[in-house]
């Protein structure tokens, strides 16, 4: 199967999924998680740093290494990959839905609207504990989180960690659009994450994966382009 054959299948597709994962946006600097040498977590253990007990056993540490990620994607710029999905989103008003597990919110630099942020967003922060009614954020120490100045709670990186729940209505809305996709790209993904991964098992419609290296996913895959995303997208959607 080529480029060519998914081509078509997007040309004749009334509607389209995007699920994208971290390797959508390597391209534009943005370290993968799980890549062996460069990946977020080649130096770290996920459950140090990406779970509520991390955050709660160790503020500052959890805290400085998402204020370092968000140092760093304020820095990177969209690449041809997530422009490509946006220029054809502008061509093809409703055609086509992003899903994407990043936080970097790259997708949404690009111009794509509408982008369902399934882990949400590493520049935005909110509170540990989201029920107390007193809180107001106090001048933050460097280094530290911003923390309430009457009870002591915390903010925290807006984003899903590990045992914690997708937003109800943004998960809902792409198991919604999965479910009515006729063709799903399933771009830069190891496949491993639920229940973002399940996505791509959930749909009806074709699924064809974009991805250097095998992934998780490939065993749903109607095709696997062995590729990068900002090389073969701005190909497909042309
Ligand atoms: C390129 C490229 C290029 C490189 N071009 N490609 C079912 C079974 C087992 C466990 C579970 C299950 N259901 C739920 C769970 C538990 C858990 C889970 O999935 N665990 C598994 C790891 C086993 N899931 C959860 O806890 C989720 N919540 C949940 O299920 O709630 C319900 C519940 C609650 C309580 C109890 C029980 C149930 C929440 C998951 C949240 C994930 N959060 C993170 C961190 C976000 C914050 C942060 O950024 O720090 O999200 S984890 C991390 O992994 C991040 C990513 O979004 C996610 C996925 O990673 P991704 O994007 O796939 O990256 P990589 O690095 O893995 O892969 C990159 C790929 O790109 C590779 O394949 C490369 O080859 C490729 N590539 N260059 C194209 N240029």
Do not use: I
């Amino acid at each position: 199967m080529t480029v060519d054959v998914v081509r078509g299948w997007l040309r004749a597709a009334d509607r389209v999924v995007l699920l994208s994962g971290a390797g959508m946006s390597a391209e534009s600097g943005v370290p993968t998680f799980r890549d062996a040498q460069t990946g977020l977590w080649a130096k770290f253990r996920p459950e140090d740093l990406a779970t509520e007990d991390a955050f709660r056993r160790d503020p500052r540490m959890v805290w400085d290494w998402y204020a370092m990620r968000r140092e760093m994607v304020a820095k990177v710029s969209p690449n041809a990959g997530h422009l490509a999905v946006a220029a054809f989103q502008q061509r093809h008003p409703g055609r086509l839905t992003v899903a994407t597990q990043n936080v970097d919110g790259l997708h949404q630099g690009a111009g794509s609207p509408g982008v369902l942020a399934l882990h949400g967003n590493v520049a935005e922060d909110k509170w540990l504990d989201a029920s107390r009614p007193c809180c107001l954020a106090q001048t933050p120490v460097p280094g530290h989180p911003p923390s309430c100045a009457t009870c002591g709670n915390l903010r925290r990186p807006a984003v899903v960690w590990f045992g914690e729940m997708l937003p109800a209505d943004v998960l809902a809305a792409a198991e919604e659009a999965a479910a009515a996709c006729d063709l799903m790209l399933v771009v830069g993904t190891s496949g491993v994450v639920y229940p973002a991964a399940g996505l791509a098992r959930a749909t009806r419609g074709r699924v064809v994966v974009v991805n250097p290296v095998a992934s998780e996913l490939d065993d749903a895959a109607d095709v696997v382009l062995r590729g990068t995303a900002a090389t073969l997208l701005p190909q497909l959607l042309e």
